[in-house]
């Protein structure tokens, strides 16, 4: 067996997969690995976990050949694992999904004790007995008891009781505002998607979105689970440009699931078949562009190489006297072309770091003419990649960059302004420390 400490995406507006473990006592994950030696204890068990789940087992064999099986288990055990994603995006756009899984444990634990006292008191009454089985009784009250106690909770505004408390948050409303407040020239937000990249660029009136990580199965999409309600949460309704640095899935995977929830302008990358309907302009035809006094441009043209990583999009970015280098997954053999083609042109303050670590990229001739003062590694935590590779952190850390992972850090932010050659950094567990974590 194989266990790991719990670890998740740590962003803003994302789901708190760490905090959601740590509410269900469970303090590592783990497996078996295979062997012919493995077997299948008997379940003796009654700790609530284990009868929870023989319960589970007993509904989901009830309700198999039900439409809405899956609805009924999270009514009653508050186990949402049988609603397909699709379903539960339109029970949240309606406002109901508050009454599965929360509620729905509630309504199932009201539904038990209405039928054990429905059960008991009936058995004090033998004439009505002879009339009503007494589980049918039970069932009865049960099932109206279930009705009632949701229509409750659909009619009932959420927060409603808890209004007043909110008051006092609305005095900073009353206060004084600055005579100018202006937000920085360039914010850059690294997302935690685990083994993947997905780095939201916002100039002052403009957004980018550079990767969009993985597609993880059909029911977690990264465009959908972590993107799409980071941008909410900023207020972003719109994305000026999408940049998929090459087709991978975990570059390219998230596309869809953004594309689902937020309004895209355009999309560039090295390839065209991206399994979406939009059009799709390659990034070796983009010219140079100006935003907001914040400077793109993608780097190098097509290669014939072995690998598509050499063919990521590679794009820097320029606002004061600091420079950002996106260069997706390219190896040797395109960091060795552009070193030749740009020279120290390729310094930067910020890189992402190529291929996320991996020890066919980040050769020295590369790092010499970028020479980052940070570099950020986007890998997931204990990937069986083994990224980033610990001699390309060590080279790194030789060269005088200050080393940054995601999975360590979550979220990491920076902030830039044209007027000043500061650069705020912030790293989002150490800024948003839990103690579950």
């Known amino acids: 067996m194989r266990l790991n400490k719990p670890h998740g995406f740590a962003n803003p507006a994302s789901f708190d997969y760490e905090a959601w473990l740590f509410q269900q006592a469970i303090v590592a994950k783990g497996y078996v690995r295979s062997s012919t030696d493995n077997r299948l204890l008997a379940a003796h068990s009654r700790s609530i976990t284990s009868i929870r789940s023989r319960l589970r087992s007993r509904v ?114 009353f206060s004084p505002l600055p005579d100018k407040f202006e937000p920085p020239s360039l914010k850059l937000h690294f997302l935690d998607v685990g083994q993947g990249l997905a780095v939201v660029v916002q100039s002052r009136h403009h957004v980018l979105i550079y990767d969009t990580g993985a597609n993880l199965s059909p029911d977690f999409n990264i465009g959908r689970a972590v993107i799409a309600p980071y941008l909410n949460r900023l207020g972003i309704e719109r994305v000026d440009l999408v940049v998929i640095s090459h087709a991978d899935n975990d570059h390219a995977g998230g596309l869809s699931g953004l594309l689902e929830n937020i309004e895209i302008g355009a999309i560039t990358s090295s390839g065209v078949n991206l399994g979406v309907t ?53 190896e040797r053999f395109r960091e060795r072309q552009l070193a030749i083609d740009y020279g120290d042109t390729l310094s930067s303050t910020i890189l992402a770091a190529p291929h996320h670590g991996s020890k066919a990229s980040s050769s020295y001739a590369f790092m010499k003419m970028v020479s980052p003062e940070v570099v950020v590694f986007s890998a997931g935590y204990r990937n069986s990649f083994g990224h980033p590779h610990r001699e390309i952190v060590a080279r790194y850390r030789l060269s005088g960059a200050r080393v940054l992972n995601t999975s360590d850090t979550g979220m990491i932010s920076f902030s830039f302004d044209t007027e000043s050659t500061a650069m705020v950094t912030s790293l989002y567990r150490q800024r948003w420390p839990r103690y579950w974590r």
């Open 278 to 330: 939009m059009a799709i302009k390659s990034c070796y035809q983009f010219e140079g562009w100006n935003w907001d006094q914040v400077e793109f441009r993608f780097l190098g043209s097509f290669v014939d190489a072995a690998s598509d990583n050499d063919n990521s999009c590679v794009l820097q970015i320029a606002v004061g006297k600091h420079r950002i280098l996106l260069p997706g997954d390219i």
């Open 60 to 173: 989901q064999a009830a309700v198999a050949d039900l439409n809405y099986g899956g609805i009924i288990l999270a009514l009653i055990l508050g186990d949402r694992s049988g609603i397909s994603q699709t379903s539960w995006q339109k029970l949240s756009d309606t406002g109901i999904n508050h009454l599965f899984v929360i509620s729905g444990l509630h309504i199932g634990l009201i539904a038990v004790a209405v039928f054990w006292l429905a059960d008991k008191f009936i058995r004090l009454l033998p004439a009505i007995l002879l009339r009503l089985p007494a589980q049918k009784f039970g069932a009865i009250l049960a099932i109206m008891a279930v009705l009632s106690f949701a229509a409750l909770l659909f009619l009932l505004p959420r927060g409603v009781g808890n209004r007043w408390l909110a008051l006092p948050l609305c005095l900073p409303l």
